[in-house]
């Protein structure tokens, strides 16, 4: 425990002061931004950080410091005008005057990797409070691989009436109750107030009976009144439990005839109102100009940061675990990884099982779990299904912290944000399974780790009509079109076992890129009896089989329909035409090839696509003189077999597509 | 109130029976499926049709039925072996033994549309309770409107713990508990298991708390003891708020060895276990064969139905507002709304006013809301950015049902689901806004209005970039290539204030198909100043500005790069290239256009496509020759105009790529 104890009330009283005028004078400068939120949530934030918050501007990634999460993003100003007076080096006063301008770190929502001490992109509401329970669950988790002397801190939230209204907020709150996140903080801005006025005209929930129903600690106090602010963290850090703190605050707090209404809370308040609350406040300085004290005040929460931060890393130095511990923190061991990984693929060539890949997905998960030890995964109460858990997994509970198989329980949309917080917390590979079709459940996590470069892995299985029976709203047909949409993301559709082992260490041991999977819940045959040490999936296509004397077509296709597509070629064969096949597992990857190695493998035969989904995402693989096998409606509920006839997904539909074309 | 009070308690046991041993022989004989649901919530469900719950089997649809939602969807042979045994004539034994499998009605999970009785499609978790919180409202609304004499039901909702921890029940429960919709009832199947196991392995949440919590009348009973479960119903429709009925249940109930088990969930019992619940049960009779006495206990329910309804006719029949009530429930007066939009029209062709399509969009709800008074709107708490309120219309609250507009918070998912509900029940057109990246966020709801092809209006504006300073979190860029994957809803991105107007009387009109607008948050100028009553909208692209003498290229465009095409054009010109502009504003009508149309539009010269989002779903618009200016990338938080062209979406930069293609 590094707090503060004496407290300058004065200058803790100044602290807050400077936030609501760098806030409202940034808004107006960029004439657009949300100077509301900053203002009201002034006092919480300055007892906050001047009494209990542990971070250093000098090493803003140290593994120890506290975390702060500001899932009410919109009130970015916030923390850029913390972040500034605590001296950031990259969060200059020029950043602040800037805010919101192109080619600044300040932008219109805290950006992770934009500026320093931000620990993850908010703005959509309700991801930050789920970002953190994945954040508080790997400091839990990390703390029992490693003890407290290198793992001991909080995770602190300030959320609003947004955050608390989303559905997400349900599966966060259900979760950090359950798994007794003690160490996690949410400060609810209670203010009454939405973009369209009071919440009264939307809501009628007891926010803090809610909280309590889920197994929270739960306080209210006036969010103007510090001391009191003060004791209800103390409280909220001794207890076991979640801690929700109610804050009671006006919107604004400051601004003499705007605060308390809706009007303040996304847009600039004005210069007339702007002057009125330097009147109020008596400041007396212009602005984006800080008096001398207040850089002392926030310069001395600062101080504390570091000297906690040096008092750890003198631990750390006498600590037998600290290489585990770096080990853990660090980039994966893609050596190791890779070696593991291709001693498995020669033995699958071998053996070549006829296996889904989902539960060729299990199989690899073995290997890799040997190779990485700092996996920890789950899935969205679907684990017999998509069969995410290795055999020497222990569930992690509120009882064991050391467990690395998380049951995340019927949260699709909880899980893809936590997972994202595991991975922001570091420590820790992550991934999590449930069916493809519910990617949309979670899609906008899913666009977080890809927006924040986030390394998790999404296993998603279940992946085409070719589930069956559970019919069109459990069949994805849309859905790897619209996931290949969304920039910096590796969508990775196997074809077979070996390919599903080579997907694996694509996603295991990615730093910059989350990869999901979309796996089969049909038995696929062993399409790679070849050993290859290539990772052949990580070049994103590749020709699986020549046509022997040049080809006459070229059959691309991905996932379960490979094997279809290689029927077609033996059935054209027959007919005494040529075909190759190519296995497309990962467009992006492709994409991201030289023309030369694209261009052979695409060739300049014509092409057949075949892929069960629609065929949207396919150009760039296609060309000129080409054609789609896949599907154009919603699936319907029958046996897999009776579906790929239906919907006319067949060997004979391909090479007959392709004989069309010739 | 036509309620059952003399009850045969044996005759109801047999009808609990039957519900048992018909789902466990369906599954059993189609080897897939959900027996554990419909054995444990056998006895609940026939309490509620036998006594409470009033359908007409021979007149499905009318309009003052009570709802039936079974949320928890995969227990779907609950509601096929009700429909059987009461009698609905497309749901004979043949369907229940060939449940889930090819060209048959008994689907694995409930499709509305696809057999009598079914009111919504439910499987998604979740998406049931919620659906149902539109259609209780819209029962209240409709009341409002029509009095109880013509609308007097209730809507009743069998939900499963996982519906609960999805995060959408937290929505569906605010909203419901807000609007105090007092005649939604939901029976939760408290069995404590979920497919991993336990409940206990991923929720700790006090539900009935949580209920409670939100203003719900929260009961718990014994989920086997029929008499305890036909007092909570009286108890939950007396009461004025919205009732949760906890039933505690033992899954799989009446299977002797296997009952309480996860194992139950969602696989066959197996021929041993079959027989052992038959013996249990006292069930001699063989699969598929029913006793008499069985269907005569549930044809008494559905002659209790049948009388309500006669008793209804008769009401209606002497209702002097019978034709407005028809009215309200018929398809859209699509002759009264395009009259009042091509007058609307031709005035704005004259008056050429340049706003934002989201202003367009206000403008023209104007001119719907007068030519469709049953018309209903809200937005997700974006009211004032997404200028989705017309002047006239009123807040609907829990005190005025009579209102026009919903205040539906910051819920989208719930927005959505609701307008679903909204549109099931029948008696409005509706529509409800979002930002158009947060269509993330409601994704899954999207997904069943196209599935089940109800005609409901999705209003998402701040469609691009073009929304400057709030930045990559807010951007859409993959958005409309992964919304237009999606089956069976049109996506309309208009240009100006005169294809706004065409878009909302497509969207208005509907019947069998949802319409999602994407809008601009910025100004955008007239570019229709010719007027045509032709929609020109509905062809889906059209020749904006044709090339004089012959086109050397084609540059095509939607919705506020039509603006950016347009000025190209001229820069063209000017080096005498003559460029036609073509606008297209939604790829799917274009789609459904004649050949001869498209080859026209599109024309023979290279093309080059223009869009502030990625290129995906644009093939169909591009051909062999031909560019794309867009965005390859995640956006960026400063003034629109920096970010344009930052990313090269210029008129320049258009021109440039025109010239190189030629």
């Not at 001296?87 to 992770?112: I, K």
């Not at 939405?194 to 969010?223: C, E, M, P, Y």
């Not at 409606?633 to 579906?643: E, I």
């Amino acid at each position: 425990m590094n707090v503060q104890t004496q407290i300058d009330t004065g200058a803790e009283a100044l602290m807050a002061s400077a936030i609501r005028v760098l806030s409202m004078d940034a808004v107006q400068a960029a004439n657009s931004g949300h100077p509301g939120m900053p203002m009201g949530m002034a006092d919480v934030a300055a007892v906050l950080y001047n009494r209990f918050l542990s971070v250093d501007p000098t090493l803003p990634n140290w593994p120890d410091r506290d975390r702060f999460v500001l899932s009410a993003g919109h009130g970015s100003m916030l923390i850029y005008a913390i972040n500034h007076m605590l001296g950031y080096a990259d969060m200059d006063m020029d950043q602040v005057r800037n805010f919101r301008q192109h080619g600044y770190r300040t932008a219109g929502h805290p950006e992770y990797g934009h500026a320093d001490g931000i620990e993850t992109t908010t703005g959509p509401l309700g991801q930050g409070i789920t970002t953190a329970v994945g954040m508080a669950l790997a400091e839990r988790m990390h703390n029992a691989r490693f003890g407290d002397d290198l793992v001991d801190h909080y995770t602190y939230v300030i959320a609003g009436d947004g955050c608390l209204m989303e559905g997400i907020s349900h599966e966060a709150i259900d979760m950090a109750g359950h798994m007794r996140l003690g160490r996690m903080i949410v400060l609810w801005d209670d203010n009454e107030i939405t973009i369209d006025g009071s919440t009264a005209l939307s809501t009628s929930t007891d926010q803090k009976a809610r909280f309590a129903a889920s197994g929270w600690h739960v306080q209210a106090v006036d969010g103007h009144d510090r001391e009191a602010v003060a004791k209800a963290i103390e409280a909220a850090r001794a207890d076991d439990r979640p801690s929700l703190i109610a804050c009671k605050t006006v919107i604004g707090q400051g601004a003499p005839n705007k605060a308390g209404s809706h009007k303040v809370h996304g847009a600039p308040l004005g210069d007339e109102e702007i002057a009125a609350t330097r009147e109020a406040l008596s400041w007396p300085h212009e602005a984006f100009t800080l008096p001398k004290e207040v850089y002392d005040a926030w310069g001395a929460v600062a101080a504390r940061g570091k000297s906690a931060r040096e008092a750890w890393e003198a631990r750390h130095l006498g600590s037998a675990q600290a290489g585990a511990f770096n080990r853990s923190l660090a980039a994966p061991d893609t050596g190791a990884l890779g070696k593991a990984i291709d001693a498995y693929k020669a033995k699958l060539s071998a053996e070549a099982p006829k296996v889904a890949t989902r539960k060729a997905s299990e199989m690899a998960l073995e290997v890799v779990y040997d190779a990485l030890p700092n996996l920890v995964g789950g899935s969205a109460d679907l684990t017999g299904s998509n069969l995410t858990k290795t055999g020497a997994m222990e569930p992690m509970t509120r009882d064991n912290y050391g467990g690395q198989y998380i049951h995340y329980g019927i949260r699709e949309h909880g899980m893809a944000a936590a997972m994202n917080g595991i991975a922001l917390h570091g420590g820790f590979v992550t991934y999590g399974g449930t069916f493809l079709v519910f990617a949309d459940y979670c899609r906008p996590a899913i666009r977080l780790s890809a927006l924040m470069g986030l390394p998790v892995t999404y296993v998603f299985t279940h992946d085409s009509i070719g589930l069956g029976e559970d019919g069109p709203t459990h069949q994805p047909v849309e859905h790897l079109a619209s996931l290949r949409a969304m920039p910096n993301i590796n969508i990775v559709r196997p074809a077979d076992v070996v390919e599903t082992a080579e997907a694996w260490e694509i996603a295991a041991g990615a730093t910059g890129t989350p990869t999901l999977m979309a796996l089969s819940r049909q038995g696929l045959p062993c399409l790679r009896t070849e050993h290859t040490s290539d990772n052949l999936t990580a070049k994103g296509a590749y020709v699986l089989r020549e046509a022997e004397g040049g080809r006459d077509v070229t059959l691309i296709a991905t996932g379960s329909e490979v094997e279809i597509a290689m029927k077609a070629a033996d059935l054209l064969a027959e007919g005494g035409v040529k075909a190759a096949v190519v296995s497309a597992p990962c467009f992006e990857l492709f994409a991201a090839q030289d023309e030369a190695y694209r261009a052979a493998v695409l060739g300049t035969a014509p092409r057949v696509g075949v892929e069960a989904a629609v065929e949207q995402s396919w150009a760039p693989m296609l060309g000129e003189n080409s054609a789609f096998v896949g599907m154009s409606s919603f699936g319907a509920s029958a046996p897999a077999g009776a579906l790929y006839k239906h919907f006319g997904i067949t060997a004979e539909a391909v090479a007959d597509a392709a004989k069309s074309l010739i």
